[in-house]
């Protein structure tokens, strides 16, 4: 089992960047896949990035492709999402989440953090 903790968001004007982390307890934290996902108020959760165990691999949803950019550090325990060129748009609560399968399906995804608020505004 591993429980996630998500920080690092808060309110940036439109083309501003922010980074936000999450930090993993347990051992295992090197053999899952870590992906971001997002949900906007009344909206579905969205999948955003998803980076495998090793970090060798990267994937992205089209509306991030090119600002955003996935991270992981296992020593720390810690998976991270550069968020650049913000646009209001992408204001929406951000969860990290993880899992043995890569998937853009939330229900993909075993474990979830509590989520973060990334506010972009105009």
């Known amino acids: 089992q591993v429980q996630l903790v998500e920080s690092g968001g808060g309110l940036v004007q439109t083309g501003g960047s922010l980074r936000l982390s999450c930090a993993a307890s347990?051992?295992?934290?090197?053999?899952?896949?870590m992906a971001w996902f997002r949900q906007a108020p009344g909206k579905e959760r969205l999948f955003v990035a998803a980076?495998?165990?090793?970090?060798?691999?990267?994937t992205y949803s089209d509306s991030v492709k090119a600002r955003f950019t996935i991270s992981r550090d296992n020593a720390q325990n810690t998976v991270y999402l550069q968020m650049n060129s913000l646009k209001p748009e992408d204001t929406a609560v951000y969860y990290c989440?993880?899992?043995?399968?890569?998937?853009?399906?939330?229900?993909?995804?075993?474990?979830w953090g509590q989520g973060t608020q990334v506010t972009v505004s105009s």
């Open positions: 989440a993880a899992s043995y399968g890569s998937s853009r399906n939330p229900g993909g995804y075993d474990y």
């Open positions: 980076i495998t165990s090793s970090g060798g691999t990267t």
């Open positions: 347990g051992r295992t934290f090197s053999t899952y896949v």
